[in-house]
């Protein structure tokens, strides 16, 4: 008998059993849903990929296909389960009812009903798929229509309409594309992903700053290169009064390039954020090694001043993709962030002051403890300096055109430089009572004009006469070529707030137009950049221009370099100036109706 046990446990371990398969998890899933508040109701229409909804028992037929005659039941729980129960709505602090699904529909991976509102909806509720269609279940699309009772609130384009989804547990990667369509006519697209929490499509003034102070404050906390920057600038300063001088100098140069950045008014070449990084890396290499050797600490206000502007770029990177959420507070958002970049600076600074001071006064002598810590600084950053210059080395550099383009560009350039000098020599009287210096040192002012000159260096341009997108440069046709070809290769991987709306005119109104061909056909699209064809990637250009406002016309557009560098990108007739908020004027997107 203990020898049958033990054949029977042997032979347990030795032959293999059957293996269950599991449900993977997709690594990549793209939600697309339309939002339109209807008066008593919100209607959502939800696309998702079928293969995301696991643990859910499909009907099949034949070597895994969906059985559509059979299928409808199913889709209906899938969707109530993984869409209308990780959703809610609210409008302000009331909360909406529960989302109901209303209709479902399976859809092929080719269909295009979702590039508008108008006919999803009508797909969804009379184009059901043909019940004989072979396809396997983990390609078909799911099409749901929700509505969402609004409990006696009215929802009009007014509304403080609040979106919490909670589908990031449909892969390991969801990105969710979220379009609101107003009464109006009007569209809002934004973009995020995983689960972002509550995202106000459209906010108050009140509602972005406070997310603005906190993305600030979150930037700055995660950037390890800033916080070393700062601490590598108040490293050997004890006195109150040089201290302040320092941090109210890095204060005013960052905030100077972070609003320009911001207002467009920055290079938007391809090269440039990594060469910022550079930079920001060279930064901080700089300062440690002046703290190793001996820093001066009454003229280290202009070092903060000059590597400030530096900075201010680098803050700039993180702030644009969050612009779709400034809603029409551009302004207010921009003030938000610098006031969350400060809290978190002075927050830093609250630590790591008095720990210093302890530290020398109690463990290490000053001077030793000032040599150790910078070298450490120095080794980290120079690992940096030297991976982000191999990473700028695969851009390539334009040299610019001498032509009355490229002249205007010097003297907005100029404009630039003065501006920041002449700011310097305003707070210089200041800076040198708190810093006690008598003089400024001649070699640190010339790092800072030069710093100052390089970030609003002038933009490449062409060498033809400039023309302008408000002349239609390219045709309907291409078009409507193009909005296939972004819906089909690019949206989800690309987030839309990048290529419409505010962020597209404060990074590209002025710019030349092969600027923007430029970065389409070398990011797009992001899991497999440069893949699409040369005119696939002029297709893509005349939609984003189309999306823009910008007006079609008989020129077909070209991908010839000489003839995109002619073309300035400027606003259309859709895009005229509007007042904004404490008397100021930028130009503000108005979205226009999907064709």
């Known amino acids: 008998m203990p020898l049958l046990v033990f054949l029977l446990a042997l032979l347990l371990v030795v032959v293999p059993g059957h293996r269950a398969q599991a449900h993977e998890i997709p690594a990549t899933v793209v939600v697309r849903t339309f939002v339109k508040p209807d008066g008593a109701r919100v209607r959502l229409l939800v696309r998702v990929p079928l293969e995301s909804m696991r643990d859910v028992s499909f009907p099949t037929r034949g070597a895994g296909l969906l059985d559509v005659a059979r299928a409808e039941p199913t889709l209906r729980d ?6 209308a129960d990780g959703l809610r709505l609210r409008v302000g602090d009331r909360a909406l009812g529960a989302p109901q699904v209303v209709a479902v529909r399976a859809a092929l991976p080719s269909d295009r009903a979702f590039d508008a ?12 798929m043909p019940v004989m269609t072979d396809i396997p279940v983990g390609q078909v699309l799911l099409d749901v229509l929700l509505d969402v009772p ?3 609130v009215i929802v009009g384009d007014d509304a403080d309409l609040v979106l919490e989804p909670k589908w990031a547990h449909l892969g390991v990667r969801t990105t969710t594309v979220v379009t609101l369509l107003l009464r109006s006519g009007a569209e809002r697209v934004i973009t995020f992903d995983g689960d972002p929490g509550e995202v106000r499509l459209d906010p108050r003034w009140w509602h972005a700053a406070w997310r603005f102070v906190l993305t600030g404050m979150g930037h700055m906390f995660s950037g390890i290169d800033h916080l070393l920057f700062v601490l590598c600038l108040v490293l050997p300063i004890r006195a109150m009064r040089p201290l302040v001088g320092v941090v109210t100098a890095f204060t005013i140069a960052h905030s100077i390039t972070l609003v320009a950045s911001a207002l467009g008014f920055a290079p938007t070449a391809l090269w440039f954020p990594p060469l910022v990084e550079v930079l920001i ?9 002046e703290n190793i050797v001996g820093a001066r600490v009454p003229h280290r206000w202009m070092i903060a001043f000059a590597f400030g502007l530096v900075h201010g770029f680098g803050f700039s990177t993180a702030l644009r993709e ?8 551009l302004l207010t958002s921009l003030a938000a962030f610098n ?3 400060e809290l978190a600076q002075l927050a830093v600074l609250a630590v790591a002051v008095p720990a210093l001071r302890w530290l020398f006064a109690r463990a290490v ?19 940096w300096l030297l991976e982000r210059a191999a990473t700028l080395r695969t851009y390539r550099f334009m040299p610019p055109v001498l032509d009355a383009l490229f002249l205007a560009d010097v003297l907005r350039g100029a404009m630039g430089v003065l501006v920041v000098v002449g700011v310097a020599w305003g707070i210089s009287g200041v800076m040198r009572r708190l810093s006690g210096a008598r003089a400024a040192s001649t070699t640190v002012t010339g790092l800072m004009l030069l710093c100052a000159a390089a970030m609003v260096a002038p933009r490449t341009t062409a060498a033809q006469a400039p023309k302008s997108t408000t002349q239609g440069v390219y045709t309907p046709a291409q078009a409507i070529k193009g909005k296939s070809v972004f819906n089909g290769a690019c949206l989800g991987c690309h987030t839309t707030a990048s290529h419409m709306g505010p962020a597209f005119e404060l990074r590209w109104f002025g710019r030349p137009l092969s600027e923007l061909y430029g970065y389409l056909s070398n990011l797009m699209p992001k899991s497999a950049p440069g893949t699409l064809t040369e005119d696939e990637y002029v297709w893509v250009t005349a939609y984003i221009l189309k999306l823009n406002g910008m007006p079609a016309g008989k020129v077909e557009l070209t991908a010839e370099p000489n003839w995109l560098k002619a073309v300035r990108i400027d606003a259309g007739p859709s895009n005229a100036p509007s007042p904004l908020e404490d008397g100021w004027e930028v130009r503000r997107f108005r979205l226009v109706p999907q064709f």
Not at 78 to 83: C, K, S
Not at 282 to 289: E, P, R
Request: charged share 10%; proline share 3%.
């Open 339 to 341: 006031v969350g970049v």
């Open 150 to 152: 609004t409990n006696g």
């Open 78 to 83: 899938a969707a109530q389960l993984w869409i």
């Open 117 to 128: 509102y108008d006919s999803a909806l009508r797909a969804v509720q009379t184009l059901p």
């Open 322 to 329: 969050q612009l779709q959420f400034a809603g029409s507070h």
């Open 365 to 383: 002598p000053e001077r030793m403890g000032v040599i150790i810590a910078s070298a450490f600084i120095t080794h980290e950053a120079w690992h």
């Open 281 to 289: 890396a060279g930064s901080i290499v700089y300062l440690a090694l």
